[in-house]
């Protein structure tokens, strides 16, 4: 940091005052509405996108990138709906959720000519039942809902979904504050699908819940691996990767993957409907899609990639790491989340409402 | 004769009357009366299967935000509201009249010092405690290394943890009015009282507080209706495990995305907060103490 | 002998209520120093909890953090526009209050109240679905358009106060010299309610700067600095935004220092 720029920026903060008057007469000429001026807008997850990646990026080819963060694709849906149109240049939803945007008309269909790293992705990545023919989506990251355990703190074998209802467990764990992985995950428990949706079932489920009420302190689906370092929470079920990063503060903590076969989820990159920066946008997903830049977010994230180069370029030590890379098995026993009638998606935020309070 | 009148009327009342008290009108029909009244019609609206807002009249809302599950919900955020207000109390009022009957110089920067916490950022301060009272937190580490306890003590994510949190965001909103009322206190009716011959805290109760009774009516309002909206305390320090209002509205907003569903109940905190209000009235509180 | 029981008994008096005292201020300070230690934390993973060190170096990466100081000035060019905004309004307003005759005086100042005594999450959601269904889009000046709705109550009833103690005698003589009412008002006016002025402009600068929720809500894309801190709690606060929340707090307190200083020697002759 040269002595010079700290006093550009210390300035720069003192003209505030200035520029404020300028904003106060020129009606918010700064105000950076819907990036017409080729700056990108970007949603994605917390924790999921480097900022080292990003300024690279801004770097190389010179676009600015204004990056906003969510906590669950509910929030994203949510944010980008009641935004006007193409406030948004690229979001990051999941699975399910590109199925839904897609049915919603809100994602703009790829240009593959201006993909060419798409061939990086594993074929077994590509055409997903959500998306077929990756008409709007290209995979990013993915991973599971694992179970993490502090093997120090709890002296129970937690080897299923079903141990975290273990009364040994009350007031220990830390689980996503996310509705549908949650009850999912109680469904899985009781031995029903990860979707269910017979109405006596979900009955069952919802005592269940109670079970887990008693046991959860935490509900983090941004860094839930914060409370298991800390020490405040002894196991629960978190990203697969977070898991990963607390194995790597902690060496107590061990990954497990349930018996009923985990929750699984796989992010991708889209872009919106109306993106007034769609080529500013092609070339970032492009980017994203290069393995040397995936090597990037992997060492900082280290979730499941359909990027097979960039896994490779990773070597043995990462892939053959079960919360980094998770086994083959584990993801053929897995279930994703799908999307669901109405009437029966209200009745889950129902038992999520009744979860928490 | 009458037109001429009622131009100079017009010069001298109407005109200067529009230019000064317009703007402020024109604020507060288009940025506080018409978005309320925008949230009352569409908590009365429905919504469609990808949680749209649709503009078709149902009660459904308010039907489905009387079940036992709101209820709790709801009885619960008093209580940490009406907890977070006794305790305000319980250490603010000592505190107020100890630092407003002080006679040192000092007084002002006691006053100050009581202010100085509050310009660094709320969110920041909250995030202070978690780490203060982690697992591997500095009151674990000192309690462990005093040997008073031999394994960390959870105290996060409890309802305790929400309220301490509340606690300290509002506590000032019931020390400073506290404050301007026992300063205001005549001295020399307290002696009056000790001269007569009442003991120190029949004064105390029969003098004192009705005297202050204004400040302590005034803060608790400024403590318990805030309260009941600070979603992001009870995020931080209770874990996500004790819902309030504020918190189920948010979610209704961020990520349910039932947009009428969370409308309704704003409008159920609106009647809540206005409740309290008519009875603050009722009890003699003064509005214009409200606004500091 | 009663006598020293009696002082004996006020100085056990007096050292109860120093220690309770300093309780307070310990529970009261106590979050700031955490925030000020960890600002020197030299750890650098998430989530910046283990204490590693003493190092100062956060508080020159902080100038590396672009979106962070950002977000600060955001903060900043929203609290200034929006206090000078609101104390325009807010001051003609209560002088007009006072003043003149008009229908619906009772009515108005009753909506007064409700920015001031409603939860702010019913105002942050109330202006969310208006902006959205107006379609502006979300950004700076909602936020200032936002921040400006709450704090010109605050603004008018600073003002309203000093007004209440005001002789309309000294505006008449000045008319009564000559002087137009344009003149009047910022020669005589303006100055005898000035403290009531700024205090109510230092009051909506402070709201302003502070505001989590209703800046949580009608925000878009552009982050204020306590809405980057929200970010940051999602993955353990960086010690660079504790570096720079303990450099705000010093300019603060140096700043209310001088000013307060001011007030007094000027007092003091």
Redesign the interface.
Known sequence: MSRGKLFKRALSIALTGAMALSVFTGCGGSDSSAGKNGELNIFVWTEYVPDSVIKKFEKETGIKVNVSTYSSNEDMLSKVKSESAGAYDIVQPSDYMVEQMISQNMLEKLDFDKLPNFSNIGDSYKNPDYDPGNVYSVPYLGGAGAIVVNTKKIDKDIKSYADLFDSSLEGKLVVLDDFRAVIGMTNKALGYDFNETDKDKLKKTEEKLKQLKKNVVLYDSDSPKSAIISGDCSAGMIWSAEVAMAMDENPDVEVVYPEEGPYLFFDNWCITKDSPNYDNAIKFINFMMDPDNMVLVLKEFPYLCANTKAIEEMGEEYSSNPAKNPPEDVIKKGSYVKNLDSDILDKYSEMWTKLKK | MKKKRSKHEFRA??L??M???G???L??IF??????I??AV?SFCQTD????VVYKFTAENYSKLISP??L??YG?SILIALLTTIVCII?GY??AY??ARCKSKKK?L?Y???I??????????????R??L?????LNSVLQNLHIIKE?V?F??KTGTTVLGMV?CL?PFMILPLYTAIEKLDGSLLEASSDLGAKPYKTFLEVIIPLTSGGIFSGS?MVF??C?????VSN?LG?????MI?????RQ???????PL??AL?II??VV?LIL?KIYQKLGGD??D??? | MNNTKRMRKKMRNKALSVLFCVLVYLFLFLPISVIVANSFNATTSKPYMMWKGFTLDWYSKLFDNTLLLESFENTMIIAIVSTLLATVIGTLGAVGMYRYRFKGKGIINGLLYIPVVIPEIVIGIALLTLFSKVNIPRGMITLILAHVSFSVPFVIFNVRARLSGYDKSVEEASMDLGANRIVTFFEVTLPILAPGIGGGALLAFTLSIDDVIISYFVNGQTKTYPLKVMESIKSGVAPDVNALSTLILIGTIVLVTLTQSDILKRKGK
Not at chain 2, 31 to 36: E, I, N, Q, S
Not at chain 2, 134 to 138: D, T, Y
Not at chain 2, 228 to 232: A, E, M, P, Q, W
């Open positions: 009342n109407t200067p009357a230019v000064t008290v703007p402020m009108v604020l507060l940025l506080v009366v018409a978005p309320l925008f949230v569409m299967q990808y949680y749209n599950d709101y709790k919900i619960q250490i000592p505190f100890i630092i002002k006691l100050m010092l009581v100085v916490p509050f310009w660094t950022n709320s969110l920041i301060r909250i995030y202070g405690w780490t203060f982690g697992s591997n937190g500095w960390p959870d996060l994510y300290y506590i309002i209706i805030p009941l909206g600070y979603f992001f931080i874990g996500g495990n004790t819902d504020g918190n189920l509205i948010e907003f961020k990520s349910a995305n039932n947009w969370g409308a704003s905190l609106i907060t209000v509005m214009e409200l606004g500091v």
